[in-house]
């Protein structure tokens, strides 16, 4: 039922790296193209850049944190024939444009208890970032999250 032809490439590359014992760093860039000519429901996308930096650091009296800077390239989603065919009973097709969007994500906890317990926080969107990562989806916002766990 779908016909044509398409190649999807691209390439990624990381470094992890130690700067201190207790502090390494993480860098993370991913390209993709899509070259498509298909026929159908078969057709793909997604962002052509995505690129990741942060620090964690570990220190022995227990503490950890982590911090991560996440890059998203905007996108522009083929969106179904669907939409097109249902216009005509009030359906508005959403905008297949999705913007770039930039993540900011925290993490810190404390492990006390000889190492039986440990006590953190995360952020995740922490600068509030307010978007879509699909025309369908749910607008992202920031969420906090703690914890405390108990080992015996």
């Known amino acids: 039922s779908n016909g044509g032809k398409g190649k999807i490439y691209g390439g990624e590359a ?3 790296f130690l700067i201190y014992p207790w502090l390494s760093g993480i860098a ?3 390209y993709q193209e899509f070259d498509q000519r298909f026929t159908g429901l078969s057709k793909r996308a997604g962002p052509k850049w995505k690129a990741t930096g942060g620090l964690r650091g570990d220190w022995e009296m227990g503490l950890h944190g982590e911090i991560l800077l996440h890059y998203v390239s905007a996108t522009k989603w083929p969106l179904s024939d669907a939409f097109t ?5 009030g359906v508005t ?3 297949p444009r999705v913007n770039a969007y930039t993540l900011l994500n925290l993490q810190g906890s404390y492990r006390f208890w000889r190492d039986r317990a440990e006590a953190g926080f995360s952020v995740f969107n922490a600068l509030n970032d307010k978007h879509k990562q699909h025309p369908l ?10 914890w405390l766990t108990i080992r015996y």
Do not use: C, F, Y
């Open 14 to 16: 990381s470094e992890e």
């Open 28 to 30: 993370h860039a991913a």
């Open 85 to 89: 065919q249902l216009a005509p009973l």
């Open 93 to 95: 097709p959403p905008n």
């Open 137 to 146: 989806g749910d607008t992202i916002k920031s969420r906090v999250l703690g």
